[in-house]
């Protein structure tokens, strides 16, 4: 009798890890980082700042992509994909299998040369029927509740995508987003050489339907425009202006009050390095 409703209650569970979407973290390490070659190690792994270890709180350095995945734990994201070039095997060599962070992380190697959704269309497979986050490696932020936000916005209005938006200083170094007064999106402006807007995103959470929207757009260009993709690099921003002028519906959660530190230059390696030198524990 009580097998039989141990079985009953294992079947429940079940039955409810069924109908909750699974959320996997998606993270693009494949650039070679020649802006701020050489370097001894992969940009990701470059280290900015300390966190505290052990019991002793014990200071030691903090990679660059450690900062990432804190901020997906904090939401409850413990199945992350890092998808890798060749020769960046330091990365796994100083992850593993995430028991640092109590997370499981798995690493897929990039196929396609020509851009960031490519490289994230390699998890194509094994994310097709989750919600995704996605957030950029050598990008940090402040906000730990930031991907709770971006979840929370998705499953309130069942987007398609929703865009964590962050203040903008070098809209040429990024992706600009028009939104209207309540936060839906309306275009994106990719790496614009001047823009009146003010926030660009930095960070998402998608559903099935555009992961399959952006594995066709890739597809679909990779198989009709060969030439033209080794002249111009195909950006997620494109993907999702595309997307949005096809009608799906993207939302945006505004960061306002927070700051984006990205170390993919040197003069911005430099001010992540001195920004969190001062300002460990805001990070």
């Known amino acids: ?123 194509y497979p094994f994310v097709q029927d989750a919600l995704v986050a996605l957030g950029f490696p050598d990008i940090i932020f402040k906000r730990k509740d930031a991907y709770a936000k971006l979840l929370a916005k998705q499953a309130e209005t069942n987007a398609a995508i929703v865009l964590g938006l962050f203040p903008a200083h070098q809209p040429q170094k990024t992706d600009m987003v028009d939104i209207d007064e309540n936060g839906r999106v309306r275009s994106i402006d990719v790496k614009p050489d001047h823009s009146t807007l003010s926030y660009s995103w930095e960070i998402a959470v998608w559903n099935p339907v555009f992961t399959q929207y952006m594995h066709d757009y890739a597809l679909s260009r990779q198989n009709n425009c060969a030439e033209l993709l080794k002249k111009k690099e195909l950006f997620v921003g494109d993907i999702i202006h595309s997307a949005i002028q096809e009608n799906l519906h993207v939302e945006s959660v505004l960061f306002k009050d927070d700051c984006c530190l990205d170390i993919g230059s040197p003069e911005d390696l430099l001010r992540a390095v001195q920004t969190l030198s001062q300002n460990l524990k805001e990070f």
Not at 88 to 115: E, N
Request: charged residues 25%; hydrophobic residues 40%.
């Open 1 to 123: 009798m009580e097998r039989t409703e141990h079985i009953r209650e294992l079947d429940h569970f079940i039955q409810i890890r069924k109908t909750k979407q699974e959320v996997i973290g998606i993270i693009p390490a494949g650039g070679k980082a020649s802006r701020i070659a050489p370097l001894p190690c992969s940009k990701e792994l470059y280290p900015v700042g300390f966190h505290s270890v052990h019991e002793s709180g014990e200071l030691r350095p903090k990679v660059v992509s450690h900062y990432l995945l804190e901020k997906m734990r904090s939401a409850n994201i413990t199945k992350v994909f890092i998808v890798l070039r060749d020769g960046k095997w330091d990365i796994p060599a100083y992850f593993g299998d995430g028991k640092m962070l109590d997370m499981h992380i798995a690493y897929l190697m990039m196929d396609l040369p020509y851009g960031v959704p490519y490289t994230l269309d390699q998890a």
